[in-house]
């Protein structure tokens, strides 16, 4: 492809999800350091407002050197995650959706002792928050908007105060929300009747 034509995020659409094995080559091996070589694709636009590089990107894997490129099969994930949650919330709350952990390779998970059966490995999770919204106030309007999700986590402040959302098409969606308190573990937490409401 040539250096000055074709905007990355269409020229990715247009190719597929297949074009990660070439991206791999370009890269020695990592589809992210290809996309970056080959123009950027790896800033491809999932849905309206969100990117795959910043559902894919982890502090933790850039301090420690490892690729954590989300799979075909991730990516894939991710994109449907975006299309049927965050994009609907991004428009409702009409400011940004920070996402403060998106993608977890196994070995970024296991660097950050995540959970062996975390859904953010296949794709299926996201850490966010959002300006002028408390964790809670934002975990009662995903729920209040109706979207699909497994689970919505809203986190205490001391264990940093942000709301883990995901979905899946893996099995029926659980619609489990819970609570992570300062104290540890995690607690059934029932939104407000009005949040219920759709």
Do not use: C
Not at 112 to 126: C, F, K, R
Not at 172 to 178: K, S, Y
């Amino acid at each position: 492809m040539s250096r000055g034509g074709g905007n990355p995020a269409v020229l990715f659409g247009f190719l597929g999800v297949g074009f990660i094995t070439l991206l791999a080559v370009a890269g020695g091996g990592s589809p992210a350091r290809g996309a970056a070589t080959v123009g950027g694709i790896v800033k491809s636009k999932l849905g309206q407002f969100f990117t795959l590089a910043e559902l894919a990107r982890s502090s933790v894997a850039e301090r420690l050197g490892i690729d954590n490129t989300p799979p075909p099969v991730a990516q894939a994930n991710l994109e449907r995650l975006v299309l049927r949650v965050l994009d609907p919330l991004r428009a409702a709350v009409g400011r940004p959706v920070s996402v403060t952990s998106g993608y977890r390779s196994a070995v970024v998970n296991q660097a950050i002792d995540g959970s062996p059966t975390s859904q953010h490995m296949s794709g299926e999770a996201v850490d966010i928050k959002v300006d002028g919204l408390t964790a809670v106030q934002l975990a009662a309007v995903i729920v209040r908007l109706g979207v699909p999700f497994d689970q919505v986590i809203w986190y205490a402040p001391e264990r940093g105060g942000h709301v883990h959302v995901s979905y899946t098409e893996t099995r029926a969606n659980r619609r489990q929300t819970l609570h992570a308190p300062a104290s540890g573990g995690y607690v059934a937490w029932t939104p407000p009747a009005s949040a219920r409401a759709a």
